[in-house]
Antibody, heavy 115, light 112 residues
């Protein structure tokens, strides 16, 4: 069955960087795009963008350009989200979700940014 | 961007009674390929979202048949025929026709 397993919670200081992984199994990784979704504390879901798992080409939603980087390691069927120059407002749970209709989701990674 | 508007935002329901959530978009979600990409997600407390419905009315595998989706164009509805305790949580619609993808604000379903 399709599984997306994300890396564990992170506690970071403002200005630091964080790298979140999303390891896929149960399907051919390159057959489906991967999306990233943010959920701030007590808030709804916000689509951040997606990455083409064939070409590695990322597309970022408005508000997620510059400090957010999507990447892949297809050899281990894993997608990554890197956030650089962290701000306190980046505190959120970050989800990976498979394909353009988000049919399957990872368990989420809580990133807490605090001094 | 397409704006998705859900109502109500809070829905107290009695166990065993029906529930209905509306989702409206400010643009048609009919894709040029003839499909309408409107999805519904359930997020139980402390869990990640789970897709229940895709293409307006198709249930995902393992989703109980008490959940149904309907609608077309810009007006969509998720119905729960008889609410059970495990249905408590937030429900989100998401349009998958236009870029960027956009979600509704979410509807909190709770037991009266």
């Amino acid at each position: 069955q399709v599984q997306l397993v994300q890396s564990g919670s992170e506690l970071k200081k403002p200005g630091a960087s964080v790298n979140i992984s999303c390891k896929a199994s149960g399907y051919s990784f390159s057959d489906y795009t991967m999306n990233w979704v943010r959920q701030a504390p007590g808030q709804g879901l916000e689509w951040m963008g997606w990455i083409n798992t064939n070409t590695g080409n990322p597309t970022y939603a408005q508000g997620f350009t510059g400090r957010f980087v999507f990447s892949l390691d297809t050899s281990v069927s894993t997608a990554y989200l890197q956030i650089i120059s962290l701000k306190t407002e980046d505190t959120a749970v970050y989800y990976c979700a498979r394909d353009s209709q988000s049919s399957s989701w990872g368990q989420g990674t809580l990133v807490t940014v605090s001094s | 961007d397409v704006v998705m508007t859900q109502s109500p935002l809070s829905l107290p329901v009695t166990l065993g009674q029906p529930a209905s959530i509306s989702c409206r978009s400010n643009q048609s979600l009919l894709h040029s390929d003839g499909n309408t990409y409107l999805n519904w997600f359930q997020q139980r407390p402390g869990q990640s979202p789970r897709r229940l419905i895709y293409k307006v009315s198709k249930r995902d595998s393992g989703v109980p048949d008490r959940f149904s989706g309907s609608g077309s164009g810009t007006d969509f509805t998720l119905k729960i025929s008889r609410v059970e305790a495990e249905d408590v949580g937030f429900y989100y619609c998401m349009q998958g026709t236009h870029w960027p993808r956009t979600f509704g604000q979410g509807t909190k379903v709770e037991i009266k």
